[in-house]
């Protein structure tokens, strides 16, 4: 037994079991400190992971070598993409997965990675060194106190968690679990910003109680994908179905009863809510000419009868809900295991960290997930292998790892959080990334493995596989490319899929781009391009990548080209100490919030909300200069 390690992880939540991990491969000795070790990784809301932009953050996270959707694809029970009608970039993995399997695997990851320790208790205080601005480890509940040169805080909803059902309520981190006390009464002395959020979750139901034979089914997809790159790890073979059930005029008028009661509305809840996982009783407000509203009901595990009712978050009181779920179609004879209820807790600003998700206030100290102002357990896995690599990588001495927004989502998501910061809690779209055609999900591994690789994440058998893969690619791009076909060739397939015939011998990379070709299918009409897939031992995933590659090779390029130029930017840098107050050509706002933000690079400087384009080009001229 010892109490010193190089790197402390405090939560064990879905950023602390990446960081933890990540810290641990990569040779540091790392400490996990959690309130319930049966409850790693928990999904506390839904049990599912992916979806629009946050499939394609798990994918990065297996890409650089974490865990998140290898454990994902080990406990999924329905796998779909999302947005398969539309382009590329928008292609989403999302699966439901068995909530106590994805716990289960979690913790037996954790507990045989080497380097890491375990200890369950609860830290109610760090401890800083004698100028109070490097972190030097933590004390307990219980009285332990563990040093080391790093410590993660990934909190979660914990710090100061209040848990509101009508006017009842109860201190928590979750229900059933106890809140953790006085880490942010120490920060907030110490001189960081702590502000409030809330977020929500539905009623659980026993799917004993429910006809489903009054709702519509949703099912998988029929070939179900994957997160991971891994060759080894293979896609769900049995799949869960969900369901779609809809609220009525008559469940809105329960509702609306109890509106009195509702902690959102009477000012009992003073937090920020999520914009985008609106209760339901924000959605009548919002949505008052909406007569029904669409639910799905979706299971927790394979083995058990606990549903989840996604899109009726809710903090009414427990018989408001009940009587208004007992309502919906197919619900009547409804039984529940716990009512919804809305959670407040304590975050900072993440406008106080830099990019390595480092605090600038105090050396050491990392904050990661949701006590960063995020919503989601893709964008808090996230940060935590990024907390995990950067707080391992400074004690090593070694530059950190720091993704732009032209390499990763990942990159997008703690660019916006440390200089634009959040006045909500923030949440991954497609949108929020200017360059998404480079930043899909099935080429995540060409754009990060090799760095998880070089870092000492990623290992020799997930490099040697991307290696294999990319040549495969290779091969059957630059055939595609060289290939000739001629009309006699081509035209009876064209005409079958209702595409225009060609008059004259074209290169296929001329017919791939059109919208209704698809390469798989083309390679079943043409003996040459099915000859070159089967000689390379190309797979679904290498036709489907090279099919992407050369229908959208246009935009790609244009995209690169845009991201290349703008790249200037981010690399004048910008001195940590530098008095924005000697420029006063720029404006009092710009002066104000480059002050607060502090940014490495002009590029960075560019984005703050407040910073203008006149104020860039004023940078530009002196920073060049």
């Known amino acids: 037994m010892t109490t010193q390690f190089d790197i402390i992880v405090v939560g064990g939540g879905h950023a602390g079991c990446e960081a933890a991990r990540a810290a641990a491969t990569m040779g540091a000795k790392t400490l996990i400190i959690t309130m319930d070790m049966t409850k790693f990784a928990n999904m506390s809301c839904n049990p599912a992971v992916g979806g629009v ?13 974490g865990m998140m959707g290898i454990i994902t694809d080990k406990s999924t029970i329905q796998f779909r993409m999302l947005n398969r009608s539309k382009g590329a ?21 954790l507990e045989r990675t080497e380097n890491l320790s375990i200890w369950q208790d609860n830290v109610t205080e760090m401890i800083f060194d004698e100028n109070g601005d490097r972190v030097t480890g933590v004390r307990t509940q219980i009285g332990m106190t563990f040093e080391a040169a790093a410590v993660i805080l990934t909190a979660g909803t914990f710090l100061e968690g209040l848990i509101h059902v009508g006017r009842s309520q109860a201190r928590g981190g979750r229900l059933g679990d106890m809140a953790s006390f006085g880490l942010s009464a120490q920060l907030a002395k110490a001189g960081f910003e702590v502000g409030r959020m809330k977020t929500g979750t539905p009623a659980r139901i026993d799917s004993r109680s429910i006809d489903f034979s009054k709702l519509t089914p949703q099912y998988g997809d029929e070939n179900p994908d994957k997160f991971s790159f891994l060759p080894e790890i293979e896609p769900v073979k049995e799949q869960m179905p969900c369901y779609l059930a809809y ?16 902690p959102l509305f009477n000012g009992t809840i003073a937090g920020i809510g999520p914009r985008y996982c609106p209760s339901i009783e924000d959605k009548l407000r919002t949505f008052a000419d909406k007569e029904q509203h669409q639910l799905f009901l979706e299971p927790e595990g394979a083995e058990t009868t606990e549903y989840y009712l996604n899109g009726f978050s809710s903090s009414l009181p427990w018989q408001v809900q009940f009587k208004a779920l007992s309502q919906i179609k197919g619900f009547e004879n409804i039984m529940l295991f716990r009512p919804g209820y809305a959670i407040e807790y304590d975050y900072f600003p993440p406008t106080q960290l830099n990019h390595t998700l480092e605090t600038k206030l105090i050396k ?3 904050f990661a997930g949701q006590i960063n102002g995020t ?7 996230a940060q935590g292998l990024m907390a995990g690599i950067n707080a391992t990588l400074a004690i090593k001495s070694k530059e950190p790892l720091i993704l732009k927004r032209n390499e990763a989502y990942i990159g997008v998501l703690i660019d916006d959080l440390v200089t634009k910061g959040v006045d909500e809690p923030y949440r991954m779209f497609t949108s929020r990334a200017e ?5 899909r999900g099935d080429n995540a591994d060409m754009r990060l493995t090799k760095k998880g690789y070089e870092i000492g994440l990623a290992s020799q058998n997930r490099m040697d596989a991307v290696s294999r893969k990319y040549k495969k690619i290779e091969k059957l791009e630059s055939f595609i490319k060289e290939y000739s076909v001629s009309p006699e060739e081509i035209n009876p397939y064209l005409e079958s899929i209702g595409s225009s015939p060609i008059t004259q011998k074209r290169k296929l990379i001329d017919i791939t781009p059109r919208t209704e070709v698809n390469l798989s299918s083309l390679s079943e009409a043409l003996p040459a391009l099915k000859k070159v897939i089967e000689e390379n031992g190309c797979d679904r995933e290498v ?5 992407i590659i050369t229908k959208y090779s246009g935009y790609i390029e244009r995209e690169k080209l845009i991201a290349e130029r703008l790249e200037r930017l981010e690399n004048i840098r910008i001195r ?22 502090r940014p490495k690079t002009l590029g960075q400087a560019s984005r703050i909300p407040g910073v203008s384009p006149s104020d860039v080009n004023i940078l530009l001229v002196y920073f060049a200069r």
């Not at 919503?375 to 896995?381: Q, R």
């Open 364 to 366: 050491g100290l990392y």
């Open 435 to 439: 360059y998404r055609i480079l930043l």
């Open 543 to 547: 036709i489907e990548e090279v099919g």
């Open 53 to 65: 932009a946050k499939g394609q953050i798990v994918r990065e996270i297996d890409a650089l070598g």
């Open 89 to 109: 970039a928008m292609w989403s993995p999302r699966a439901q997965c068995d909530k106590e399997l994805f716990s289960r695997l979690w913790r037996r990851e």
């Open 375 to 381: 919503t989601g357990y893709e964008e808090a896995a």
């Open 247 to 262: 609220t009525s005029k008559e469940v809105h008028d329960t509702l609306k009863s109890g509106f009195a009661d509702s």
């Open 576 to 597: 940590d100490d530098f008095d924005y107050n000697t420029l006063k050509s720029i404006t009092i706002e710009a002066r104000q919030k480059l002050s607060k933000i």
